[in-house]
């Protein structure tokens, strides 16, 4: 092998290990920096007379539970992962009640119709709606219980 092989092969080489950790930078759901479109928020507003506790994660950030009372709300904000494939689901209880386990934020429904994402917990579910004019269709989660 000749010197000018073995400079290729090493930059080949360095040239992919760089490809390879920016991309897996760029698929992290903590990565901060907006890669495939703008920043995400969403918030979810209690609209009932009891306390709803709402859990909510992605596969990547468990960001927590919170014991809303009635007009309180739960907000965060994220990017959308490289793969526009980013999914936040919530879990919600009233008590020791279920309510529900439901998809919060799911790229594939969700990039084009709000970044500013609204849900609204009220006696019968939870409703999804965008900032978007004009709105598109509200998503409805029915409770279980």
């Known amino acids: 092998m000749t010197n ?23 698929c992290s759901e903590g990565y901060k920096i907006p890669i495939t479109g703008p920043l995400m928020k969403v918030e979810i507003k209690n609209n009932n007379t009891y306390i709803l506790d709402v859990h909510c994660k992605s596969a990547d950030d468990d960001i927590g539970s919170r014991a809303l009372k009635n007009g309180e709300s739960y907000r965060w904000q994220f990017y959308v992962n490289f793969f526009n494939s980013t999914l936040y689901f919530c879990e919600f209880h009233q ?25 609204m917990a009220e006696t019968d579910g939870v409703y999804g709606f965008s900032e978007k004019k004009p709105p598109p269709a509200a998503v409805f989660y029915k409770w279980l219980n």
Do not use: P, Q
């Not at 000018?4 to 490809?19: A, C, D, E, H, Y």
């Not at 309510?99 to 969700?110: E, P, S, W």
């Open 4 to 26: 000018s092989s073995k400079k290729n092969l090493k930059s080949i080489f360095w040239f992919t290990i760089t490809i390879m950790v920016i991309l897996s930078l760029i």
């Open 95 to 119: 008590g020791k009640v279920t309510k529900g386990v439901f998809d919060i934020y799911d790229a594939l429904r969700d990039f084009k119709r709000c970044t500013r994402c609204t849900w």
